[in-house]
């Protein structure tokens, strides 16, 4: 029966408070079982050995959802999901009756309501009833979902950069970081270095506004000749960063692609002129001995040949050697 129906004591006089006033036994209970009854927590009383449920307030009703009449005898994990019941009746079997200590735990009502559950066994000279406490959670849960959501954004802050709208060098340790792992289960993958020719001069030349066009004309194109599951970063100034998960006889053909299509695209200048922009593609490929940081300095260091060997080119090196590898290590 709910709290709030549950016969009340004979009248008698009793001291309730610190101050000592003195009021009536049963009215004392009444006010109790208002409060209980009016918690926003859900309350069971059962009988610990069969699990019986005996006494309930409203919000145990209302979170089971289910009729007084179906709660009265019912036994306490019919109320569950049927994966959570086993667990359930063992913690209550096992550790509640062994340690007899409160337990605490998160399980799953029939109805799908995740609930906190916490159980109370309370001892008398010839029965043991159990307490039990059901916690909505779905309130945390939608906050912790908020919660998570507004941290994915902040992290998609920090990692974008916010001229071009790719990532920047913090997301661009990241995905390298998922495409190592990646690579590791034998999804092995490429990384591009690419870099705007002669970017000082446009600078120079036609202001800073004109290179801040040519940045974002760069990683546009960029961005159009690649896949959804490849990454692309703005690493710094007018440097970019591509990452491919392809076969490695296919890198210079992809890379030399993008090059063209930068190179296609000429920006249209304020007094009619065109300038035509041009990038510069330094490429390494995944090998197993090597980290990170030091297929960045083998793309780094292609990057530098192709500018050496006059610009507007793309330039691989060569696998090393399996001994040669390990020393990268």
């Not at 036994?75 to 509640?96: A, K």
């Not at 802050?157 to 913090?170: E, K, P």
């Not at 960063?241 to 296609?264: F, G, K, N, Q, Y």
């Not at 980290?291 to 500018?307: P, Q, V």
Request: proline share 4%; glycine share 6%; net charge negative.
């Amino acid at each position: 029966m709910p709290f709030s129906r549950i016969p009340e004591a004979e009248n008698a006089e009793g001291l309730l408070g610190d101050h000592g006033v003195s009021i009536n036994t049963h009215k004392a209970l009444r006010r109790l079982r208002r409060l209980v009854d009016s918690w926003p927590d859900g309350v069971l009383v059962c009988d610990f050995g069969s699990l019986c449920i005996y006494e309930w307030n409203s919000a145990a009703r209302h979170l089971i959802d289910a009729r007084g009449a179906a709660i009265k005898g019912s036994r306490l994990p019919q109320w569950f999901l049927s994966s959570d019941r086993r667990i359930l009746q063992r913690r209550i079997r096992q550790e509640l009756a062994e340690q007899g200590d409160t337990l605490r735990h998160n399980l799953t009502l029939h109805n799908d309501t995740p609930v906190e559950i916490t159980l109370v066994p309370m001892r008398d000279t010839d029965a043991t009833s159990l307490i039990v406490v059901l916690r909505d959670r779905r309130p945390y849960l939608d906050h912790l979902h908020k919660v998570k959501r507004k941290l994915a954004e902040a992290e998609e802050m920090i990692s974008q950069d916010a001229l071009t709208g790719l990532l920047n060098r913090f997301g661009f340790e990241q995905a390298i970081e998922e495409f190592m792992t990646e690579a590791r289960h034998g999804t092995p993958f490429a990384l591009m270095i690419a870099d705007i020719d002669h970017f000082k001069d446009i600078n120079d030349t036609h202001g800073h506004q004109w290179g801040d066009e040519a940045l974002k004309v760069v990683a546009s194109r960029l961005a159009e000749q690649l896949r959804d599951d490849d990454a692309v970063a703005r690493y710094g100034g007018e440097e970019f960063c591509i990452l491919m998960a392809i076969p490695d006889t296919r890198v210079v053909e992809i890379a030399e692609r993008v090059r063209h299509a930068v190179s296609a695209t000429p920006i249209g200048l304020a007094d009619g002129s065109w300038l035509t922009l041009t990038i510069s593609i330094g490429a390494t490929y995944y090998q197993p001995a090597l980290s990170a940081e030091a297929m960045f300095e083998r793309a780094d260091e292609a990057l530098y040949e192709a500018k050496e060997y006059g610009r507007n080119r793309t330039v691989m090196l060569q696998p090393l050697p399996v001994t040669a590898a390990d020393e990268e290590e």
